[in-house]
């Protein structure tokens, strides 16, 4: 079965930093690029950043570039995300996605969403 | 960032055709392919439509996609119950350089 599990939220105050990770499972990871969206609370999806299928090239949103990194070890089926300088606005429920091409760049669909984990920035 | 627009709401009674409007510009649908998102609360999006008016397996061909210039939809029909959802479109964005999503939009059904 294809799967994605996030885990590495939680509660942490403003300025602090968190690292995500997301467990892949059931496909070719290092055959595709990965992506992290967000939700925050009663809002929509959010793009926030992605991943070559070798790491050669990443794509990151206006409002968290300069303060996460995206990253990833094929060797060990996991991405990651970390997250520096957090603020309240960072609040919301990260999840990590599959598409189906090896590229950042370009309209491919997210084809597999992990459940999410919850990143709460509050003091 | 929400470059893509959606109307908020849609509603329709079981078995009729509802149709979900999503307006871009020509740096983002006017040059890129559209896919559609589907989601219920609680749960993770899943994939709905892809490259405009493609269907991953196993959704059934009462959804379906189009795009026009710089805005796309996605039609909904025969209706039912189980199709109460959040529905979003996407699409790279060559100004950001970047994925956008749609505002979102709200099914209900009557």
């Known amino acids: 079965e294809v799967q994605l599990v996030e885990s590495g939220g939680g509660l942490v105050q403003p300025g602090r930093s968190l690292r995500l990770s997301c467990a892949a499972s059931?496909?070719?990871?290092?055959?595709?690029?990965m992506h992290w969206v967000r939700q925050a609370p009663g809002k929509g999806l959010d793009w926030v950043s992605g991943?070559?299928?070798?790491?050669?090239?990443?794509g990151y949103a206006d409002s968290v570039k300069g303060r996460f990194a995206i990253s990833r070890d094929n060797a060990k089926n996991s991405l990651y995300l970390q997250m520096n300088g957090l603020r309240a606005e960072d609040t919301a429920l990260y999840y990590c996605?599959?598409?189906?091409?090896?590229?950042?760049?370009?309209?491919?669909?997210?084809?597999?969403w992990g459940q999410g984990t919850m990143v709460t920035v509050s003091s | 960032q929400s470059v893509l627009t959606q109307p908020p709401s849609a509603s329709g009674t079981p078995g009729q055709r509802v149709t979900i409007s999503c307006s871009g510009s020509?740096?983002?649908?006017?040059?890129?392919?559209v896919n559609w998102y589907q989601q219920f609360p609680g749960t993770a999006p899943k994939l709905l439509i892809y490259?405009?008016?493609q269907w991953p397996s196993g959704v059934p061909d009462r959804f379906s996609g189009s795009k026009s210039g710089t805005s796309a939809s996605l039609a909904i029909s025969g209706l039912q119950s189980e199709d109460e959802a959040d529905y979003y479109c996407?699409?790279?964005?060559?100004?950001?350089?970047?994925?956008?999503f749609g505002t979102g939009t709200k099914v209900t059904v009557l």
């Open positions: 991943i070559s299928w070798n790491s050669g090239s990443t």
């Open positions: 059931g496909f070719t990871f290092d055959n595709h690029a």
């Open positions: 020509s740096s983002n649908i006017g040059s890129n392919s």
């Open positions: 996407a699409a790279w964005d060559d100004s950001l350089n970047g994925y956008v």
């Open positions: 490259t405009n008016n």
């Open positions: 996605a599959k598409t189906g091409a090896r590229i950042v760049v370009g309209s491919y669909a997210f084809d597999i």
